[in-house]
T-cell receptor, first 111, second 112 residues
């Protein structure tokens, strides 16, 4: 079972920042927080990951709380093409690591 | 160039048949995966291969068998297809232990 919980759906206005929350209160110290998204039945797409520190790349920013029990994915300027299901995953990695996908958050970006 | 490719994109077949789905990655990755996404959209891992060795085998029926002829390919063979096998199957690959996985476009399997 997934170790993360996310709201089932969210709306965001085009051009505004989309802030997607994720709770992972039972995450282990060596588990990373990964974010993927799936656009309309395409293959999931990696967005960003982090362990303790906040991370930023060309797609998004990841804010992880100091106690690591929750995180927020930020899409700074959401576009219609960002409409997708977003998955937050606690991932150990290593040779035995599995990506365990939960139900994710359906983000709808509206004009 | 497509990083992770799958063929066919759509596969419609009868119950009881045997079918294969092919996956190729041109990223030089050393680990490849198969995932199943059912009608409720839950995405679950089925297999992973690292350096031609099966290292994860979840509770998948033995009618499903992954075959890796080389590091760039991981094919999925399914024997005696059942209605419940209808789903979208995704192949993925990864380099190293902590790097992101790259997913293929998926193969939609429909068993009639």
């Amino acid at each position: 079972d997934a170790k993360t919980t996310q709201p089932p759906s969210m709306d965001c206005a085009e051009g505004r920042a989309a802030n997607l929350p994720c709770n992972h209160s039972t995450i282990s110290g060596n588990e990373y927080v990964y974010w993927y998204r799936q656009i309309h039945s395409q293959g999931p797409q990696y967005i960003i990951h982090g362990l303790k520190n906040n991370e930023t790349n060309e797609m998004a920013s990841l804010i992880i709380t100091e106690d690591r029990k929750s995180s927020t994915l930020i899409l700074p300027h959401a576009t219609l093409r960002d409409t997708a299901v977003y998955y937050c995953i606690a991932y150990y990695g290593g040779s035995q690591g599995n990506l365990i996908f939960g139900k994710g958050t359906k983000l709808s970006v509206k004009p | 160039d497509t990083a992770v490719s799958q063929t066919p994109k759509y596969l419609v077949t009868q119950m009881g048949n045997d079918k294969s789905i092919k996956c190729e990655q041109n990223l030089g990755h050393d680990t490849m995966y198969w995932y199943k996404q059912d009608s409720k959209k839950f995405l679950k891992i089925m297999f992973s291969y690292n350096n031609k060795e099966l290292i994860i085998n979840e509770t998948v029926p033995n009618r499903f068998s992954p075959k890796s002829p080389d590091k760039a390919h991981l094919n999925l063979h399914i024997n005696s297809l059942e209605l419940g096998d209808s789903a979208v199957y995704f192949c993925a690959s990864r380099r190293g232990a902590y790097n992101e996985q790259f997913f293929g476009p998926g193969t939609r399997l429909t068993v009639l």
